[in-house]
């Protein structure tokens, strides 16, 4: 991103929240945010000066393919408010048939020698992306992180993939085993589980354009990041760091989302899934069967939970 784009998105950040009592978040993303340690420390030391200045607070948010890691580095986000979060697949062959390095070697090596370094130091979040083919690996990962001390665990299916009904059963036995996990150790959060296990479980909607904006190297104000791709999708603009967010158009990309998401029932979820590349229906049926997997795995164990309950009083 070009320092004058990069500054002019900071301004504008300063001046949507000027009226706000809620904490300003700058989020850096990209393929991987780290390879421009430099300029993402610039931008974070400036940023960090003007709350200060202004009585702001402020926090800064990464997410990082843990390939790239230092001492360096790890004290900068100490120093900084900053939230973390490490993004992988798995362990070992799981990781590395869907991220190898561009020579084509393992990066899971890499990857897991950084994830013990930062243990401990960063209270950082981990982001599994789901696979079909990397489903029965899952709870093996996650009982490595929690050996780890990593608490803060999210599942992120790839709603692209094809979850067939073979892969979606074996989801269902996977997820139940996951929470089952998590059950026992209480200590651990994974989501989008511990998210919905409430006195009336729902699914969590992204704030798209409202609470959160993604700037593109040009200067284009997208819903999303996950959105900003190659920077060529100029319907979804709302706007230019020199102008501001457009609500107009925000209000009408939000009627679309809902309009596509109510086609398939997956109302209520992220609205940026309705315009991701690649096959939107299959996404988005996708999506669906994840939420419901998800909501009835939380409605069983608040059950379970009543009833345990139940009988600890009744014993009483």
């Known amino acids: 991103m070009p320092e004058k784009v990069a500054w002019e998105a900071l301004l504008l950040a300063f001046r949507q929240s000027r009226t706000q009592s809620e904490r300003l978040c700058v989020s ?6 780290l390879l421009e340690f430099a300029a993402m420390a610039r931008y974070t030391r400036k940023a960090h000066q003007w709350a200060l200045r202004h009585q702001r607070p402020i926090e800064f948010q990464v997410t990082t393919n843990a390939t790239i890691m230092s001492q360096k580095i790890l004290d900068f986000f100490q120093r900084y408010p900053f939230r973390i979060a490490f993004s992988g697949d798995g362990l070992n062959t799981d990781h590395d048939r ?3 390095f561009v020579s084509g070697r393992a990066s899971s090596p ?3 020698k950084n994830l013990e370094q930062a243990a401990g130091k960063l209270g950082a979040h981990i982001h599994i992306v789901v696979n079909p083919d990397t489903l029965n690996g899952l709870t093996a990962t996650i009982q490595r992180l929690h050996e780890l001390n990593y608490r803060d665990i999210t599942l992120l299916p790839n709603m692209d993939a094809v979850w067939d009904a073979a892969s979606r059963a074996l989801a269902r036995e996977v997820y139940h085993s996951v929470s089952e996990l998590q059950a026992e150790q209480r200590e651990l959060m994974v989501s989008p589980l511990i998210d919905m296990e ?3 479980p729902r699914l969590k909607a992204c704030g798209f354009g409202s609470d959160d904006v993604a700037v593109s190297p040009t200067g284009a104000l997208y819903p999303c990041a996950r959105l900003v791709g190659t920077d060529q999708r ?5 706007g230019h760091v020199k102008t501001g ?3 107009t158009k925000v209000k009408t990309l939000k009627a679309r989302a809902r309009a596509k998401q109510a086609g398939c029932g ?3 979820g992220c609205a940026c899934a309705t315009f991701m590349p690649g096959n939107v229906i299959r996404q988005l049926d996708n999506t669906r069967f994840f939420n419901e ?4 795995l939380a409605v069983q164990n608040r059950a379970l939970a009543v009833a345990a309950g139940s009988a600890a009083t009744a014993l009483l």
Do not use: A
């Open 110 to 112: 890499v990857v897991w």
């Open 245 to 247: 967010v457009d609500e």
């Open 293 to 296: 997997l998800n909501l009835s």
């Open 198 to 200: 409430l006195e009336q």
């Open 234 to 238: 100029e319907p979804l603009h709302l």
């Open 266 to 268: 997956s109302e209520g």
């Open 98 to 100: 869907h991220r190898p």
């Open 28 to 33: 850096y993303f990209g393929g991987e945010p």
